[in-house]
């Protein structure tokens, strides 16, 4: 069985670019998150989807970010326009049934801004 | 609040010898406890869980957790380190009612050969 897929594995933009990034879940997960990680600190909520539904997005930063999640399958992530502040490895992770269960994870996008 | 505190920044420890990871949670109602791993240029991976039950709690690769209500604390451990343990270890919670992991800072394990 595929895991969760992430893509690109890196990408370096300059300032004011725009990058989006993929998430392809595991099959049949109706949960996705997105979670962030800059340089050394706590790896961080950005979003939660039930489906193609945004359940929780209280973690986006701003409203430079859009998360969609068309047809409840794969996702994307638009930084648009990227900030320095932006770089940090995002992650994607999915999960069956939320809650306490294990969430599985992507392995990550590393984003520099430049 | 929700958090999770990781003290250490870096674990170092000979092969062969005990490893213990250390976390402490915030208290706020009664949280679900996980462990990941995160070996380089890889994904972070699932280690193990407590829900409830048993205090002690078994994972993968002969990790095992201790949740402590009383000291708030769920130290991940490792009776015999091996070299290819060396990786990033986060801690994290979920409460009740919520659905995101809320992670520590992690901690760099170290085995030494």
């Known amino acids: 069985e595929a895991g969760v897929t992430q893509f690109p594995s890196h990408s370096v933009i300059e300032k004011g670019q725009t990058v989006t990034l993929r998430c392809d879940p595991i099959?049949?997960?109706?949960?996705l998150y997105w979670y962030r990680r800059v340089m050394g600190k706590e790896i961080k909520f950005l979003l939660h989807?039930?489906?193609?539904?945004?359940?929780?997005e209280s973690g986006m930063p701003n409203n430079r970010f859009l998360a969609e999640r068309t047809g409840g399958t794969y996702s994307t992530l638009k930084v648009q326009p990227a900030e320095l502040e932006d770089s940090g490895v995002y992650f994607c992770?999915?999960?069956?049934?939320?809650?306490?269960?294990?969430?599985?994870f992507g392995q990550g996008t590393r984003l520099t801004v430049v | 609040a929700q958090s999770v505190a990781q003290p250490e920044d870096q674990v170092n420890v000979a092969e062969g010898n005990p490893l213990t990871v250390k976390c402490t949670y915030s208290?706020?109602?009664?949280?679900?406890l996980f462990w990941y791993v995160q070996y380089p240029n890889r994904g972070l991976q699932f280690l193990l869980k407590?829900?409830?039950?048993?205090?002690l709690v078994k994972g993968s690769y002969g990790f095992e957790a201790e949740f402590n209500k009383s000291q708030t604390s769920f130290h991940l451990k490792k009776p015999s380190a091996l070299v290819s343990d060396s990786a990033l270890y986060f801690c994290?919670?979920?409460?009740?009612?919520?659905?995101?992991?809320?992670f520590g800072k992690g901690n760099q394990v170290v085995v030494i050969p």
């Open positions: 994290a919670v979920i409460y009740y009612g919520n659905n995101r992991l809320a």
């Open positions: 099959s049949g997960h109706d949960n």
């Open positions: 208290v706020s109602g009664n949280p679900y």
């Open positions: 992770a999915s999960s069956q049934y939320g809650g306490n269960t294990e969430a599985f």
């Open positions: 989807f039930v489906k193609e539904s945004k359940q929780d």
């Open positions: 407590y829900i409830t039950g048993d205090n």
